[in-house]
């Protein structure tokens, strides 16, 4: 039996630990994929700390994977060479790591929010191996000019953000706003600025703005400087503003910046409330919506649209054998702005 290295979880807030193990054989409708590349996420949290409910142990995390596929499982391939995945293909696999099929969100196509979604290094073995198991639902083509490490984070990171942008309502020309300039946000800024949106880009310092104009940026927003409401409202308001950043109090003080018909798309996730001025939202048809991550199909439209554009994330890459040094280091929030593991 092949072996392959891996870095697991034993227990709810254990330690990252690299073992070995035996390269797992895909079943019914799966696919062995040797993982070139895996993106670390802070979505990771849920299985390195315990607190996804019914998670079982020892887990393998990572749900950014950039790989090959080894070998396809019975029923992948019936034979007539009409198969869409086949080993030696470039495949990534990213939050949506397959869906049941049968309730009632995946018979009318809402397969994120299936009831029984699965999610790489939760649901099953995810990316910090050398070798993984996933469902042919999950995957989605990497195109050529894609490197394995750009890939991965645009799996996670960079399909929420093109998710939420592409399906936000706003059209080129118009305001679109990224509140935040870090693993989503220098994305998202990207993202924005390809779309054909006039971006603006809002962080906290004046040190950010070079960065984020590099990014594709027209105008800045200083939010410890200037009232980012009134500095939107001056641009006209903003159709979308798109919140990164994991702090409520950064997306109140800028919901006042919403245009008539502007919606804030919520994507971090904080513990303070949003606070949405009732009137101003009711005259001026505005409105607040999050967003998910999206399916394989996603997937592949993200990394299609990244390599045709241009869209690149900044990335710090680690071996396997530092994964723990590596999550370490996306906890502290002082990576700039991705880490990447690499098995190769």
Known sequence: MRKMKAVEVREPK????????????????QVLIKVQACGICHSDVFTKEGVWPGLKYPRVPGHEIAGVIDTVGPGVDDGSGANEWKPGQRV????????????????????????????????????YAEYMVAPVQALAGIPDDLSDAEAAPLLCAGITTFNALRNSGARPGEVAAILGIGGLGHLGVQFAAKMGFTTVAI????????????????????????????????????????ATVTSGKAMNAAVGGLGTDGKLIILGVSEEPVEVPTAVFVAGRRSVQGWPSGTSADSQDTLAFSALAGVRPMIEEFPLERAAEAYDRMISGGARFRVVLKTS
């Open 14 to 29: 254990g330690p990252l630990r690299l073992v070995e193990r035996e390269v797992p054989t895909p079943g019914m409708g």
């Open 92 to 127: 990534g696999v990213g939050w949506h790591g397959g869906h049941c099929g049968r309730c009632e969100r995946c018979r009318r196509g809402d397969f994120i929010t299936c009831q029984r979604a699965l999610v790489p290094g939760i649901s099953y073995d995810g990316g």
């Open 203 to 242: 962080a906290r310092g004046k040190d950010k703005e070079a960065l984020a104009k590099k990014l594709g940026a027209i105008h800045y927003i200083d939010s410890a400087a200037q009232d980012v409401a009134k500095a939107l409202a001056a641009l006209g308001g903003a159709k979308v503003i798109l």
